[in-house]
């Protein structure tokens, strides 16, 4: 399979999706907001071993509600889930949600990753400020955003690099899309060992994140587990994205393709699913195009794993330096 992006190579070569972020340079975090003009079909997958959610249960495929209004990835741990609250409370004033007898109630599952102890200013007083960025990022909703340092990675961190905001998109040949977004704070490594190298790259297209392919031969240490702290006190971390197509999916179905995508993650992180991350993969799919058969299918689950491998790699490429860093920017190495 070779891997052709949109236009854009963004999330938002799914018609009908926006991307909204926000950040505070004090706090060193942000949130990313995933707008559905029209509601979506969603489901989600959580591989890792801390998540922190909001509204997952309802994703799940036996349960009622079908469609989402939007996505929340935030920063922040636990206090990051009231981000969710301020993309909800734009959508309730824009009269966007499921209608429930006289009331629109906004559909806002969430998703959140530590980074708590980034060198941030996490003295906020009574409340955290997640509600207000989380409504922020709705507001600046739109198809154009930008990568790296921005949104839910604002002030995300790696095995010995910055994270950051990645996104990608793979138009299939029948001309089905799928892209993700990611905002990646593993506490495992992205790059082979000690080098530049990305575990991502037998994915990438074109040179979208450098174009450096595999090392050849493999160092030494590409074996060694490389991890973001050694303090067990620090283990707190979480890579979290979203998988969209605009191909018609039944709930079961955006279950399996979140489900798939996780392989991406592990073939651009490792280790991942530790017990000190939060990996999770929302799935969604607008149903603009048909539903694909049993063969086109594989296809889609496919592509939807390598373009979330992508999306990571290209979000740790991105993210630039900071004031703040505790990890050098990728682009900063030798």
């Given at each position: 399979m070779s891997f052709t992006p949109g236009p854009r190579n963004l999330l938002t070569d799914i018609a009908g999706l926006r991307v909204g972020a926000a950040h505070d340079e004090a706090l060193n975090s942000g949130v990313t907001a995933v707008l559905c003009d029209t509601p979506a079909v969603a489901s989600v997958q959580v591989m890792g071993g801390a998540p922190g959610t909001r509204e997952t249960d309802l994703l799940e495929p036996h349960n009622s509600v079908e469609t989402v209004n939007a996505l929340v990835l935030s920063g922040g741990s636990a206090f990051g889930l009231d981000a969710a609250s301020g993309v909800q409370a734009w959508l309730r004033e824009h009269d966007i949600g499921l209608q429930?007898?006289?009331?629109?109630?906004?559909?806002?599952?969430?998703?959140i990753l530590f980074d708590l102890v980034n060198g941030g200013d996490k003295g906020w007083g009574r409340y955290p400020p997640y509600r207000e960025l989380g409504y922020q990022a709705a507001q600046n909703a739109a198809t154009a955003f930008e990568l790296g340092t921005a949104g839910a990675g604002y002030g995300a961190l790696?095995?010995?690099l910055k994270g950051g905001l990645g996104s990608a998109s793979t138009r299939l040949a029948d001309g089905t899309t799928v892209a993700a977004l990611v905002a990646v704070n593993a506490v495992g490594s992205v790059t082979v060992g000690s080098t530049r190298h990305f575990w991502a790259a037998p994915f990438e297209a074109g040179s979208?994140?450098?174009g450096l392919g595999l090392p050849s031969p493999l160092p030494?240490?590409?074996?060694?587990?490389?991890?973001?702290?050694?303090?067990?006190?620090?283990?707190?971390?979480?890579?979290i994205a979203v998988v969209a197509t605009d191909a018609a999916l039944t709930k079961a179905e955006a279950?399996?393709?979140?489900?798939?995508a996780h392989d991406g993650l592990a073939r651009a992180i490792w280790p991942a699913h530790t017990p000190a991350d939060g990996d999770l993969v929302f799935a969604l799919a607008t149903g603009a195009r048909p539903?694909?058969?049993s063969v086109a299918m594989m296809e889609l689950y496919a592509a939807g794993a390598a373009t979330l491998a992508r999306a990571i790699a290209r979000g740790v490429y991105a993210a630039r330096p900071g004031p703040r860093d505790l990890m050098p920017a990728w682009s900063t190495l030798g």
């Amino acid at each position: 399979m070779s891997f052709t992006p949109g236009p854009r190579n963004l999330l938002t070569d799914i018609a009908g999706l926006r991307v909204g972020a926000a950040h505070d340079e004090a706090l060193n975090s942000g949130v990313t907001a995933v707008l559905c003009d029209t509601p979506a079909v969603a489901s989600v997958q959580v591989m890792g071993g801390a998540p922190g959610t909001r509204e997952t249960d309802l994703l799940e495929p036996h349960n009622s509600v079908e469609t989402v209004n939007a996505l929340v990835l935030s920063g922040g741990s636990a206090f990051g889930l009231d981000a969710a609250s301020g993309v909800q409370a734009w959508l309730r004033e824009h009269d966007i949600g499921l209608q429930v007898h006289d009331q629109r109630v906004p559909i806002v599952p969430a998703a959140i990753l530590f980074d708590l102890v980034n060198g941030g200013d996490k003295g906020w007083g009574r409340y955290p400020p997640y509600r207000e960025l989380g409504y922020q990022a709705a507001q600046n909703a739109a198809t154009a955003f930008e990568l790296g340092t921005a949104g839910a990675g604002y002030g995300a961190l790696t095995a010995g690099l910055k994270g950051g905001l990645g996104s990608a998109s793979t138009r299939l040949a029948d001309g089905t899309t799928v892209a993700a977004l990611v905002a990646v704070n593993a506490v495992g490594s992205v790059t082979v060992g000690s080098t530049r190298h990305f575990w991502a790259a037998p994915f990438e297209a074109g040179s979208e994140f450098g174009g450096l392919g595999l090392p050849s031969p493999l160092p030494d240490d590409a074996g060694r587990v490389r991890l973001k702290f050694r303090d067990p006190g620090l283990a707190a971390n979480t890579t979290i994205a979203v998988v969209a197509t605009d191909a018609a999916l039944t709930k079961a179905e955006a279950k399996r393709l979140a489900v798939t995508a996780h392989d991406g993650l592990a073939r651009a992180i490792w280790p991942a699913h530790t017990p000190a991350d939060g990996d999770l993969v929302f799935a969604l799919a607008t149903g603009a195009r048909p539903a694909p058969d049993s063969v086109a299918m594989m296809e889609l689950y496919a592509a939807g794993a390598a373009t979330l491998a992508r999306a990571i790699a290209r979000g740790v490429y991105a993210a630039r330096p900071g004031p703040r860093d505790l990890m050098p920017a990728w682009s900063t190495l030798g």
